[in-house]
């Protein structure tokens, strides 16, 4: 079991795929060299032989038949490494000078090379031999003894034979120790994901501290159960503040209609009872509405409907909409706008998220104060802002402002639901932007920014205009 769990380790077959191509590499480059040494060995014979037979001939040339015999004998007598083969014969295989008794069998054609075994000195020995034949029907054979070169060539042989088994020695040791290292490294991410699994999402992947490829991955799969912890954390946060929020209305929509059963005395009591817990239960449809509309944008779904479209249009729709409810509340509404503002987005979802904005800024502001709604072109998209003069949002609950259901102590008593900035936030996202909050002094500067100009329509700017 444990050599079947052993093999099907993707660390054992790395290693393998390693040690394969190490070998087969190690195992061509030694090859190369034998072969390329071998051929060295050989061309340096063949070209001493074809050197000493162009000295022959000259010789022949110069000084005729005797000439080539003298030259023969004297190459004999000063060849100090007895090596040397030469055979000169007359047409009818009579030797005439030479080192051998009779022409090697085999040896029929000049312009190739034969390896033949030649009896020399009493001795056999294998020679590498040309035959040249002379313009007097002599025939000449020249060669050399390369008993010297196979001993050579053997110890060659040999000394790459144990190259390749200590390569092969040094790859199984390289399997082993990369498994090994593979494993251990392995085994801290396996530890934790089994916790993880278990239940306890506080662990975490440990580091080396090398800052390598091992280390990188710890960071990622670190970042990825932070991320899966807030998220968790998050679902918690929203099932309490469901729980929390729909508990009310709902227990207010049983208490009427149970007080309506109990007490009504005519059908009109009763029809304005049941009225009434309508109300309540459309409220709660809303919340469900707000969140399935935020989920579908935080997945994206939305992305389809992306057009091109001026935003001027829309802001000042919304301005004309809103300006007669700021006007019920004792405010004034302050639009600045360009003449145009294209961008690629999704309208609907666009004026949404600035009415959600416009809304909060205007139920928030205290009477005679300055709601403020602008819009600017920025690089590759646009900035849309909504500024009021009210409580504003204090620092330490900015960054939790646009979580589902959070609602802060300014806002307790105000109606909503907690889910107006995460909306808002969740449509800037899906536009490639983001929502800032920031402070007014007094109040609050919601800062709504959209990436996605039309390339085929740049945006420009145009000096504010006060309505």
């Known amino acids: ?128 031999v040309r035959r040249f034949d002379l313009a007097g029907s002599e025939h000449l054979l020249v060669g050399r003894d390369v008993r010297t070169r196979l001993q050579l060539r053997l110890l060659l042989t040999d000394a790459l034979f ?21 494993r251990g490294m392995l085994a801290n ?80 009591d009763l029809h304005a009872a049941v009225e009434r817990a309508l109300q309540d239960l459309d409220g709660i449809v809303q919340i469900f509405q707000a969140l399935l509309r935020i989920s579908e944008i935080e997945a994206g779904a939305r ?43 999704d309208r609907g979802l666009v004026q949404q998220a600035v009415a959600n904005l416009l809304d909060n800024a205007i139920k928030f502001s205290p009477s005679g104060g300055v709601v403020c709604l602008g819009a600017e072109a920025v690089a590759g998209g646009a900035k849309v802002f909504v500024s009021d003069q009210g409580a504003g949002i204090p620092q330490a609950d900015r960054q939790r402002a646009t979580e589902r259901f959070f609602r802060g102590e300014s806002a307790r008593n105000t109606p909503g639901s907690g889910l107006g900035l995460a909306l808002v936030a969740a449509v800037a996202q899906l536009h490639g932007g983001g929502l800032s909050l920031e402070d007014n002094a007094p109040g609050l500067r919601a800062v709504l920014l959209f990436q996605g100009a039309p390339a085929t329509r740049p945006a420009k700017a145009a000096p504010a205009a006060a309505v």
């Open 1 to 128: 079991m444990d050599a079947l769990r052993l093999w099907r380790s993707a660390g054992l077959r790395l290693a393998l795929i390693y040690a394969a191509l190490f070998a087969a590499s190690a195992l061509a480059l030694v090859l190369f060299l034998w072969f390329e040494t071998a051929s060295l060995l050989d061309r340096q014979l063949e070209t001493v032989i074809l050197a000493d037979a162009r000295g022959l001939a000259e010789q022949y040339e110069d000084g005729g038949l005797q000439g080539l015999t003298g030259t023969i004998r004297d190459r004999l007598s000063q060849n100090v490494d007895d090596d040397a083969v030469y055979l000169l014969v007359d047409d009818y295989g009579r030797k005439l000078a030479g080192n051998l008794q009779r022409w090697p069998a085999g040896v029929l054609y000049p312009s190739q090379w034969y390896e033949v075994t030649v009896a020399r000195a009493g001795t056999e020995a294998p020679a590498r």
């Open 162 to 182: 144990w190259a390749v088994l200590m390569l092969v020695v040094l790859a199984g040791a390289g399997v082993l120790l990369m498994t090994r290292l593979f």
């Open 189 to 268: 991410v396996s530890a934790t994901a089994r916790a993880i699994a278990g239940g306890d999402l506080s662990r975490r992947v440990k580091r080396t501290g090398r800052g390598d490829e091992f280390d990188r991955l710890a960071e990622t799969i670190n970042d990825m159960l932070d991320r899966i912890a807030r998220l968790m954390d998050g679902v918690r946060q929203v099932s309490n503040a469901i729980a929390h929020d729909l508990r009310t209305p709902i227990t207010r929509a049983r208490a009427r209609l149970e007080d309506a059963s109990e007490h009504a005395r005519t059908e009109a």
């Open 303 to 345: 992305r389809s409907a992306f057009d091109d479209f001026d935003l001027v249009p829309v802001l000042a729709d919304l301005a004309e909409l809103y300006s007669a409810l700021a006007e019920d509340g004792g405010l004034s509404l302050e639009v600045r706008l360009p003449p145009e503002l294209p961008i690629h987005g």
